[in-house]
């Protein structure tokens, strides 16, 4: 489901008491273990500028850290909760409201020139069908879904990030997965 945390739980207590006391070496050791998690939650809703949103995101931490309460899982929740809440600001400051993805042609473009013509096209062609796909998801089942996969995170987790109930969640999740097993399905060629 997602990578394994550089800290890994069981460290983050010592980690999160040391980022209290200024230590550098923590701060640094939490944007390593968090920052792949949230550029990656930031480039699937297509974040204008992920990187520089990623940015927006650790300063915010570091204003907000003395309000955190918890461990390791709680920690990566409140970050993903204003990784989440940035992302919006930051749709409503580009005045986007639904999530959009690079048109065919500019992944092309920045496709490498070598490498096999089949492949790279089939590559393409399967990158469009996921889209397509996605896209067609409501934006609280894709949020969802990148938060269960790109954050790692269990649905009570979710819940936190997006303020809804444990059951509502598992209710997107699940209409989510419906929508996309049946998209497949209508799209399966039988010959």
């Known amino acids: 489901m997602s990578e394994v945390c550089v800290i890994g739980d069981a460290g983050y207590p010592a980690v999160i008491e040391a980022a209290r006391l200024n230590a550098e070496w923590a701060w640094a050791a939490i944007y390593r273990d968090l920052s792949p998690m949230v550029l990656r939650y930031l480039r699937a809703h297509a974040a204008p500028e992920p990187e520089d949103l990623l940015g927006e995101v650790f300063v915010q931490v570091v204003r907000k850290f003395t309000d955190f309460t918890g461990d390791g899982r709680d920690f990566r929740a409140w970050v993903l909760?204003?990784?989440?809440?940035?992302?919006?600001?930051?749709?409503?400051?580009?005045?986007?409201?639904?999530?959009?993805?690079?048109?065919?042609?500019?992944?092309?473009?920045?496709?490498?020139?070598?490498?096999?013509?089949?492949?790279?096209?089939?590559?393409?062609?399967?990158?469009?069908?996921?889209?397509?796909?996605?896209?067609?998801?409501?934006?609280?089942?894709?949020?969802?879904?990148?938060?269960?996969?790109?954050?790692?995170?269990?649905?009570d987790e979710v819940a936190v990030v997006v303020g809804k109930r444990p059951g509502a969640v598992k209710s997107l999740q699940t209409r989510a997965f419906t929508a996309i097993r049946r998209q497949i399905s209508r799209e399966a060629v039988t010959l």
């Open 81 to 155: 909760t204003i990784t989440r809440n940035r992302l919006i600001d930051a749709w409503r400051r580009n005045r986007r409201n639904q999530l959009e993805f690079a048109p065919h042609w500019e992944i092309a473009e920045r496709a490498s020139c070598a490498g096999d013509v089949e492949e790279d096209a089939m590559r393409l062609l399967a990158d469009e069908r996921v889209r397509s796909i996605i896209e067609r998801l409501t934006p609280d089942q894709r949020d969802v879904l990148f938060l269960r996969i790109f954050g790692g995170l269990t649905v």
